[in-house]
């Protein structure tokens, strides 16, 4: 379904549901502009609840919905809304805010709300590992140790210098996993630090490392670095790229490849994985597949 502002565009006269967590660190900034703004009912809930009001209000019909929060907290509001009619706005409240940025979606509030009320909707895909929903990127190897170490001095010392020293870190401790992938009956094995799946087609030459290709098409985009030297350089660009800083503009030595469905085969039974920045416990083998046009998103006209 292509982008519509018919039967999912906010109703007159109703207000459209906003859920803020409660105790989301940006949670005063996201009340205060809801309260600005005329065409919302506010909803504060704390992040067990959140889930079932969401389900709630698509029992109950409703057009669309207001989320604010970062990365995981969309995550989690499209695995209730995927497959449903209720169509999701986004009000960006996380430190990075990739999904909204990469749709398009305003970082200021005010803006951000305004598309809410009078945006259209569009159908965009989502993906799964195993049961799990996710709406960017999902990694194992590396980047999980690099988000555990992050997260472990981030109240110390904030979450960009944080961010520095784990990857300082995990630059010094690569360590090389076997993973073997199998995609369309092609089976691939691999010695390597880190493997990278994402929704839709990146860009993997700096400076715009990460970011949607101007045609993403519709598929999962899985990248693998050929070794722990361009492990390495992976990990650097990235995490320069998160801090806003200036990637050097230099070809990166990566395989990869657009599928709709792979399987990641590791070692373990039990592997930790980070997903839309977020690190879960998932057991092997990973299953990864596309979810085309499965989750409604109200995006700026």
């Known amino acids: 379904m292509g982008a519509t502002a018919g039967a999912l565009r906010a109703t007159a006269g109703a207000a459209i549901p906003a859920f803020v967590n409660a105790g989301g660190g940006s949670a005063k900034g996201a009340i205060e502009a809801l309260e600005r703004n005329p065409g919302f009912d506010l909803r504060i809930t704390r992040p067990e609840q959140c889930v079932v009001a969401l389900r709630r209000a698509v029992s109950d019909g409703t057009p669309r919905v207001v989320v604010a929060g970062g ?16 169509a999701l706005a986004v009000l960006p409240g996380g430190t990075l805010n990739h999904f909204a940025r990469d749709h398009g979606i305003p970082s200021d509030p005010d803006e951000a709300l305004r598309v809410a009320l009078e945006g259209p909707v569009k159908a965009v895909d989502v ?11 999902s990694s194992v190897g590396a980047y999980v140790r690099f988000v555990q170490t992050r997260d472990r ?14 990857g300082m870190r995990i630059l010094h401790a690569l360590r090389n996993i076997k993973v073997t992938l199998e995609s369309g009956g092609e089976i691939r094995v691999y010695r390597t630090p ?22 993403p098409g519709c598929a999962l985009h899985v990248v693998v670095p050929r070794g722990r030297r361009q492990a390495r350089r992976f990990v650097r660009a990235w995490a320069s790229f998160n801090r806003g800083l200036k990637v050097e503009s230099r070809a990166l030595g990566l395989d990869s490849g657009l599928v709709d469905r792979l399987t990641l085969d590791l070692p373990m039974q039990v592997v930790k994985v980070a997903i839309d920045g977020e690190i879960r416990r998932q057991r092997t083998p990973l299953e990864y597949r596309l979810a085309r046009g499965a989750l409604n998103l109200v995006i700026p006209s």
């Open 71 to 86: 990365d995981g907290t969309i995550a989690s509001a499209a695995s209730v809304l995927a497959g449903t009619p209720t």
């Open 194 to 215: 880190l493997v990278s799946v994402a929704v839709g087609e990146r860009q993997l030459t700096p400076p715009g490392l990460g970011q949607l290709a101007d045609a």
């Open 127 to 137: 993906g799964y590992l195993n049961d799990q929903l996710f709406v960017g990127t």
């Open 153 to 166: 001095v981030e109240p110390c010392l904030g979450y960009w210098l944080a961010s520095l020293i784990a």
